[in-house]
């Protein structure tokens, strides 16, 4: 589990889950095609956090008949699910924009070599 944790006098406090914890998490999915994760390569549209903690978060793929359109949420879903204090996970694949190389970070395209 990734702790989202904090310090007071009274000692060690669960915080609420962050937007950044849930980023982080989902950094480390890679599409098994291509060498950088997926939030860099711009496939995830939509996180939010509701009060309780219960995660949702809207993904698209690089196209709808992409190999690994079936394990990708998954794997997504199960990388947000290790964050301490998660609740439910829920991840929706969208298609609406259609993604395009412009959704992706200059650090993905310097990986790629697409300048």
Do not use: H
Not at 79 to 105: C, E, F, H, K, L
């Amino acid at each position: 589990m990734i702790p989202v944790t904090s310090w007071t006098p009274d000692g060690e406090t669960t915080s609420p889950v962050s937007e950044e914890a849930v980023i982080t998490a989902i950094a480390t999915v890679f599409d098994p095609e291509i060498p950088v994760n997926i939030y860099e390569l711009g496939l995830i549209y939509a996180v939010e956090i509701a009060a309780n903690n219960d995660v949702k978060v809207e993904m698209t793929l690089t196209a709808p008949a992409c190999p690994s359109a079936q394990e990708l949420p998954e794997m997504v879903r199960d990388a947000v699910a290790q964050i301490s204090g998660v609740g439910d996970v829920t991840v929706d694949t969208v298609w609406d924009p259609p993604w395009d190389p412009s959704r992706m970070s200059e650090e993905a395209r310097l990986s790629l070599n697409m300048f």
